[in-house]
């Protein structure tokens, strides 16, 4: 079966910090540029960071940068999101996804992804 598993979320307060997981089970990453999403209660799905299949190259959403740092280990089969200086407004689920590679995925922010994860909640509060 082939899919995305996101771990890491969790209640956090303010300014704290969670690193997210996402690890592909039933076929590897390694062809694959990965997303990052998230949607809050009431609103839209958005993308807020993409990778490169090879890592080399990376985008965030002007909300989260300088905040989030996206990786990856293909060695692990895992893509991870770090996430700092966390702020009410992160509060939402967020999922990961896989693009097949082309050079333009990164630029527009991972499109048309072809497997999802089910999702983590994050919740920033005090």
């Known amino acids: 079966q082939l899919q995305l598993v996101e771990s890491g979320g969790g209640l956090v307060q303010p300014g704290g910090s969670l690193r997210l997981s996402c690890t592909a089970s039933g076929f590897t990453l390694d062809n694959y540029d990965i997303g990052w999403f998230r949607q809050a209660p009431g609103k839209e799905r958005e993308g807020i960071s993409c990778?490169?299949?090879?890592?080399?190259?990376?985008n965030y959403a002007d909300s989260v940068k300088g905040r989030f740092t996206i990786s990856r280990d293909n060695a692990k089969n895992t893509v991870y999101l770090q996430m700092n200086s966390l702020k009410p407004e992160d509060t939402a689920i967020y999922y990961c996804?896989?693009?097949?590679?082309?050079?333009?995925?990164?630029?527009?922010?991972?499109?048309?992804?072809?497997?999802w994860g089910q999702g983590t909640q994050v919740s920033v509060s005090s």
């Open positions: 990778i490169g299949s090879e890592g080399g190259s990376t």
């Open positions: 996804a896989a693009v097949t590679h082309r050079f333009f995925t990164v630029q527009f922010m991972c499109p048309s992804p072809r497997y």
